[in-house]
T-cell receptor
Framework: DGGITQSPKYLFRKEGQNVTLSCEQN?????MYWYRQDPGQGLRLIYY???????QKGDIAEGYSVSREKKESFPLTVTSAQKNPTAFYLC????????????FGQGTRLTVV | AQSVTQLDSHVSVSEGTPVLLRCNYS??????LFWYVQHPNKGLQLLLK??????LVKGINGFEAEFKKSETSFHLTKPSAHMSDAAEYFC????????????FGTGTRLLVSP
């Protein structure tokens, strides 16, 4: 089945640690995105990538980093510089184009302990 | 810049009664508009999308939305709510220039009582 797989589903981080969230898609989509979701704030864009080896900062990129070495994969690293990392993280992908929708993974819930 | 305003943070209905979730958008260009649904601790699922082909758009699970340019609205409706409709709903506009990123509203939580 085609889709987007995020792992792990739950992740716990200690203060000062970097953690990496995985996102893999087999939809052959060029564009991939990372969103952060907090209660009452909708989804905010962290990073996006339109092609392999290229990515751009979104609205809240500080404290995060990404890579896009393969078309299928777009991992997100939450660094120790992110002061409030506890949130629900969603990965998405889409075909490039004006009227195309995004497909979402099931999310990773990150908690700082 | 494009933006979306969801007018209600919570909507409560009884099972079997109509659902109305309101969304207004701001866009300098002809927009692409979407409604997504999210069940607790899950990803987002596309309900329907407007891409200028028809102003009344039918989606999954009996939902539909009407694009009204004069009112800059894209409200989501369903004639009869079901318990399984209880979830959070997001109205989304896609920028039609540059990167064409998705801009999300803050969401409306739909509560359905028996």
């Amino acid at each position: 089945d085609g889709g987007i797989t995020q792992s792990p589903k739950y992740l716990f981080r200690k203060e000062g640690q970097n953690v990496t969230l995985s996102c893999e898609q087999n939809l052959n989509h060029d564009a991939m995105y990372w969103y952060r979701q907090d209660p009452g704030q909708g989804l905010r864009l962290i990073y996006y990538s339109q092609i392999v080896n290229d990515f751009q900062k979104g609205d809240i990129a500080e404290g995060y980093s990404v890579s896009r070495e393969k078309k299928e994969s777009f991992p997100l690293t939450v660094t120790s510089a992110q002061k409030n990392p506890t949130a629900f993280y969603l990965c998405a992908s889409s075909i490039a184009g004006q009227n195309t929708e995004a497909f979402f993974g099931q999310g990773t819930r990150l908690t700082v302990v | 810049a494009q933006s979306v305003t969801q007018l209600d943070s919570h909507v409560s209905v009884s099972e079997g009664t109509p659902v109305l979730l309101r969304c207004n958008y701001s866009s300098s260009y002809s927009p692409s508009l979407f409604w997504y649904v999210q069940h607790p601790n899950k990803g987002l699922q596309l309900l329907l999308k407007y891409t200028s082909a028809a102003t009344l758009v039918k989606g999954i699970n009996g939902f539909e939305a009407e694009f009204k340019k004069s009112e800059t609205s894209f409200h989501l409706t369903k004639p009869s709510a079901h318990m399984s409709d209880a979830a959070e709903y997001f109205c989304v506009v896609k920028e039609n220039t540059g990167f064409q990123k998705l801009v999300f509203g803050t969401g409306t939580r739909l509560l359905v009582s028996p």
